[in-house]
Each structure stands twice: as structure tokens, then as C-alpha cells.
């Protein structure tokens, strides 16, 4: 059942599609998880322990990027919850990383700059690291 959708705004250039189906052909989140026509459906399990469905979809573009993320779930889910969905979204999928100024740099490099045409707007992004600060600071916050 889905439960709630919310839209992302990235900060640009953000392609969508390059950053959770990289062009090497690593997953986003899991290796079970599907990529189809600009939409990947994935799995997460929460700091509750609550197992989510996951869909994000490009809603936007390069320069004006937006992720559609709809969340799916057989249990209700508490606000505290649902922010930390899109907190876990927003840092795994590199919503809020600038790397404009890294442009700015490559784009007079002798080597690299040819890499900017092919992969404008991929971000390098860890899902698992999310989700590794996700437990960190769960974690902080019992031992205080």
C-alpha cells in the first residue's frame, strides 16, 4: 500500500538516471532492485526495524532536477519515519552535494574534460553510508 510521495529537489547539474543506474552497471541501494524507464523500485529496512518499498522518479532535468520518491509499506508509518526516508534518500542519492566548482575545475583539464560530456550530472553517491550514519547516530542517541 503506498503510504506517502514526496518531492526532492537536487541541487544541479543532477542527472537522475547516471546517478542510481550508473553506467558500469552498479545498483543504487541492492542488487535486487530494478531500474526501468527512468524509475528504480528498491527496498529498505528502517532504524525501526520496518521493512519500506522504495520508488524514485526523475520529475525533472539537468538544470532543474527533481525526484519523485513514493514510499510503500504494509505498516503505518510514524513522522519520525518518514523523515528519516527522505533523509536517507536525500544523502544516498547526493540531493544536496554541489559539485559545481569540481566542473569548474575538470572543465580545463586536459584529461578529464572529455569525461564531463558523458557523465554530466553522475553522482558518486553511497546508500550504504546513509545508512551507516543513519545507525551511527541512532546509535549516539541511546548511549545518551
Same mark, same amino acid.
Given at each position: 500500500?503506498? !503510504?506517502?510521495? &514526496?518531492?526532492?529537489?537536487?541541487? #544541479?547539474?543532477?542527472?537522475?538516471?547516471?546517478? !542510481? &543506474?550508473? #553506467?558500469? @552497471?552498479?545498483?543504487? &541501494?541492492? #542488487?535486487?532492485?530494478?531500474?526501468?524507464?527512468?524509475?528504480?523500485?528498491?527496498?529498505? &529496512?528502517?532504524?525501526?526495524?520496518?521493512?519500506?518499498?522504495?520508488?524514485?522518479?526523475?520529475?525533472?532535468?539537468?538544470? *532543474?532536477? *527533481?525526484?519523485?520518491?513514493?514510499?510503500?509499506?504494509?505498516?503505518?508509518?510514524?513522522?519520525?519515519?518518514?523523515?528519516?526516508?527522505?533523509?536517507?534518500? !536525500?544523502?544516498?542519492? @547526493?540531493?544536496?552535494?554541489?559539485?559545481?566548482?569540481?566542473?569548474?575545475?575538470?572543465?580545463?583539464?586536459? !584529461?578529464?574534460?572529455?569525461?564531463?560530456?558523458?557523465?554530466?550530472?553522475?553522482?558518486?553517491?553511497?546508500?550504504?553510508?546513509?545508512?551507516?550514519?543513519?545507525?551511527?547516530? =541512532?546509535?549516539? =542517541?541511546?548511549?545518551?
Amino acid at each position: 500500500m503506498k !503510504v506517502f510521495t &514526496h518531492r526532492l529537489d537536487a541541487i #544541479p547539474p543532477y542527472s537522475f538516471e547516471l546517478t !542510481v &543506474h550508473n #553506467p558500469a @552497471g552498479w545498483y543504487w &541501494h541492492n #542488487p535486487l532492485e530494478v531500474y526501468s524507464e527512468g524509475k528504480v523500485w528498491t527496498a529498505l &529496512h528502517l532504524s525501526s526495524t520496518k521493512l519500506i518499498g522504495l520508488k524514485l522518479e526523475s520529475k525533472g532535468s539537468l538544470k *532543474k532536477p *527533481k525526484v519523485l520518491m513514493s514510499v510503500f509499506s504494509r505498516q503505518r508509518l510514524t513522522d519520525d519515519e518518514e523523515q528519516e526516508i527522505i533523509e536517507l534518500v !536525500v544523502f544516498g542519492a @547526493g540531493l544536496n552535494e554541489d559539485v559545481s566548482k569540481f566542473y569548474g575545475v575538470v572543465k580545463d583539464d586536459p !584529461v578529464l574534460r572529455y569525461t564531463i560530456h558523458d557523465l554530466y550530472g553522475l553522482y558518486t553517491t553511497c546508500m550504504a553510508c546513509a545508512e551507516a550514519q543513519r545507525s551511527t547516530r =541512532t546509535y549516539s =542517541t541511546q548511549l545518551y
